[in-house]
């Protein structure tokens, strides 16, 4: 039989002739786990001013993902009736989108970043939308939508801590656990 040039390695260590269980017993492996920590991302704040600064954080931080949330249910809302409406918002995501990549893809244009106000423009984008669903009959609907989706942003937003606080100290402010960096500053 042929082993095409390859041959087997003879061991070299002997077996021990006794067999010696290594079996763990049961409160070595307890002992494992008895350290872990529960953590839980949503934190009440203590006062008001802890709450508005949270949310504005995370506004910030996560808007990105509202802004996703808050389309998807608007898209649900307007599949079963309104195909016309959902074409306009769909063409409308797509302009938008493309205005984002622009300014990425050209981020030291002085006419893009300096003379025209991302803000402006996106807040432009989002009134020319909204008044092209109002103008297809789809306004009912985008006001639903509004009403389910802005108190479901605004409470997580809330309770929400950031995902990168970890246990080693907490914020006074907002009442959550913040990692402190190797120059004794707090990142948030």
């Known amino acids: 039989m042929a082993n095409f040039g390859t041959s087997q390695r003879i061991p070299t260590s002997s077996k021990p002739s006794s ?62 009736r309104h195909k016309i409406s959902l074409i306009i918002l769909v063409i409308m995501t797509y302009v938008i989108t493309i205005y984002c990549l622009i300014l990425r893809a050209f981020p030291y244009s002085v006419l893009l970043h300096k003379v025209i106000d991302k803000r402006f423009v996106l807040s432009l984008l989002v009134f020319v939308t909204v008044v092209m669903l109002v103008v297809t009959e789809a306004g009912s609907h985008l006001a639903v939508t509004l009403a389910i989706a802005v108190p479901i942003i605004l409470i997580h937003s809330l309770l929400w801590i950031a995902h990168h606080h970890s246990f080693e100290t907490e914020d006074h402010y907002c009442n959550c656990n913040c990692e402190v960096g190797a120059d004794g500053t707090e990142e948030v």
């Open 19 to 80: 067999k010696v269980e290594s079996h763990e017993t049961k409160e070595n492996h307890e002992k494992l786990y008895t350290d872990i920590k529960i953590y839980c991302p949503f934190n009440m704040p203590l006062t008001s001013e802890a709450a508005a600064i949270r949310i504005m954080r995370n506004l910030g931080n996560l808007g990105l993902y509202y802004t996703l949330f808050f389309w998807i249910i608007l898209f649900i809302v307007l599949i079963p």
